[in-house]
């Protein structure tokens, strides 16, 4: 893996916490593999589409997401992050995401404690 790789794949995990922050799916949507995944321990291994109609409320459920931790290792990317939640609240979750070339071929989702 190269520097430059590990750059994109940074870019690209930061902008798509920011767009799930700013309820854009069409930013995400282009992120994604055809073949994406996400699974969490409610989710397993969902589809695209099923993971837009679950994972995407409307309005978004947080004010913002703090990355706390990023580490990048081949084809993989560890996330610890703290959401805050509108109307008060936080909580940290881990996630890792698998990439595909340059998108994104799965998330899994690991549950965290208010914060």
């Known amino acids: 893996m ?4 590990d750059t994109v794949r940074e870019k690209t995990v930061r902008a798509l916490y920011a767009a799930y922050i700013d309820g854009r799916k ?3 949507a282009a992120m994604l593999a055809e073949d994406f995944t996400f699974s969490s321990p409610r989710d397993d291994h969902i589809d695209r589409d099923a993971y837009f109609d679950r994972c995407w ?4 459920p947080f004010e913002g997401m703090e990355i706390e931790y990023l580490g ?3 084809d993989q990317a560890v996330v610890r992050y703290r959401a805050i939640k509108r109307g008060g609240g936080a909580f940290r979750n881990m996630e890792t995401l698998r990439f595909k070339g340059d998108k994104v071929a799965a998330v ?4 965290g404690r208010e914060a």
């Open 2 to 5: 190269t520097d430059e790789t």
């Open 57 to 60: 409320p409307k309005p978004p």
């Open 26 to 28: 069409d930013i995400v």
């Open 72 to 74: 990048l290792a081949e």
């Open 108 to 111: 899994e989702v690991y549950f």
